[in-house]
Every structure is written in C-alpha cells, then in structure tokens.
C-alpha cells in the first residue's frame, strides 16, 4: 500500500543498537535508494560502568573513550559479597524521601540465582508496613501459593522478575517499582524482552543467558535499562565478579565488541500465505 502512494511516505525507524537501520527499508521495496535516508546515533542514556571484583578484591571505573578499566578502590573485607554491596545502598538509600530514593535491579541468570538472593537481601530487612505491598503479598498468596517466597520479601520492598510469574501479578510488581515502593529487584533474562522499568543501579553477575554467552546486542540491552534521560541524568552500572567463571575480560570482552549489522529477510507473500492458513 506505501510503495503504491503517489508521494513517497517518510519513515522512522526507532531501534535500540542497530547499527545498519536501513535494512529495514527493504519492508518497502528492494530498489528502495538506500542514499535517501538520515542516520543519528543519538542516545538517550547516560551511564556510569563500574567493576566489582570479589576476587582480587578491587572496584575499578571503565572509561568508554579509552576502552580500558581505571582501579578505583580496594575492598578491605576480604569476604565481602554482591549482598554486602546491596546492602550498604539499601541503608543509604532507604533514609531518603519515597520520591528521591533509588531505584535497583539486580540481574542474575536463571529463576533460581534470582529467587536465592532476593530472600537472601531480605533477610536483613523488615516489613515496610505499606499497604500497597501488603495487599499485592496477599494476592500473590492467593493466586499463586499461600507459602510462596514472594508474598514475604515483597512486604519489604524487594521482589524477584522471573518468567513464570502470572502476567498480572508482574505487571503490578513492575508498577510497585516504578512508585518507589519496591526498591530492588532481582531479575532474570525477562528484562531483556520488552520490560521498560526505570532504574538507578543495575548489577549484572553474570554475562550469560542461561548456557549462552550475550550477543553484543543483548549485552547493550541490559545495561541501557539505567540512565535514561525520561527518568534520571545518569545511571551506574557494577559488572560483578566473583568465582572462577566470571572475569573482568569476560565483561571488557564484551564492552568492547562491535555490533554487527542486522540481517532483514522478509518474503511477503510466504507469511501472508502462511497467515492464510492459520485462518482457514
């Protein structure tokens, strides 16, 4: 219907990361002129990168012009963990105002990590006394299991994001975020398809989805979720380390690597076909 109109239409493409757009100018027409089209790479975030090494036991800053890490600190406790981290932000964070206090994710690899660390946090926490909180816990409670971790943490402002919670009990614990009500989240790869939370911090302890390593695209994905412009000047992010699975190379690694193009192929007349089946 648009190759059709007497006067070509203008078109946007808005996508996070593509460093080739005008693939998706093929959707129009192959003999689209490639040359007749504008390109900006502007960014709507503003991050901090830090690096948390549990194991040599350093905090360093990762400089994106020099593409290398500058050593900021030492961690004097020589067993200090990611949850000692959280809470030093948390007894910080939980002195503000609800309205100035900062938001956190926390991502980890798989339901399980997830679901261990943020019981692990609220441990030491006490109930909020909210009652938002206290009736989205209830809910929880019926919906899902009357013994469910959940519908405890979560009267302490903190949550877990995992792929098989009910549609509508995420969207409220994704609502509850965005109030300030719950302060951290521990998540998985859910984060990275199509969850649009604002955040302050973001922890990331591993660089894998499940067996897989990330794809540059992903990796940048995950960490554009703090700094936007809409919601904060600047947001920090800590890549952790800790084992000997994860390293500081592993992140570098992928701070550093290249986007490829994206590859577009769409036959239009197999999907509508296809779409014709599904009908008939």
């Known amino acids: 219907m648009l190759i059709k109109r007497p006067r070509k239409p203008h078109i946007i493409f808005a996508s996070p990361n593509i460093p080739n757009p005008e693939v998706y100018l093929r959707l129009i027409s192959e003999e689209t002129n490639t040359n007749n089209r504008l390109r900006s790479t502007f960014s709507p975030v503003a991050q901090i990168k830090f690096l948390i090494d549990l194991n ?21 406790k020589s067993d200090a963990t990611l949850i000692d981290f959280l809470r030093m932000f948390d007894v910080v964070n939980l002195k503000q105002l609800l309205e100035n206090r900062q938001q956190t994710i926390v991502y980890c690899n798989g339901k399980n990590k997830s679901i261990d660390m943020a019981r692990e946090f609220s441990k030491f926490l006490s109930e909020s006394g909210d009652k938002d909180l206290e009736d989205l816990s209830r809910d929880i409670r019926n919906e899902v299991h009357g013994e469910y971790y959940l519908t405890e943490i979560i009267k302490k402002g903190v949550a877990y994001h995992i792929g098989y919670l009910p549609a509508v009990i995420r969207m409220r614990i994704e609502d509850m975020f965005r109030k300030g009500k719950i302060t951290i989240m521990f998540c998985t790869s859910t984060l990275l398809e199509g969850v649009n939370l604002p955040a302050d911090n973001l922890f990331i302890t591993d660089f894998k989805i499940n067996r897989s390593i990330m794809t540059p695209v992903d990796f940048r994905n995950l960490i554009g979720r703090v700094g936007r412009i809409r919601f904060n000047l600047y947001g920090n992010v800590f890549f952790v380390t800790q084992g000997d699975k994860i390293t500081e190379k592993d992140y570098v690694e992928l701070l550093q690597a290249p986007i490829p193009d994206q590859i577009y192929q769409l036959n239009l007349e197999k999907l509508a076909y296809r779409r014709l089946r599904k009908i008939t």
């Open 56 to 76: 040599t036991h350093t905090i360093s800053a990762y400089n994106d012009y020099a593409e290398e890490l500058m050593h900021l600190s030492t961690i004097h």
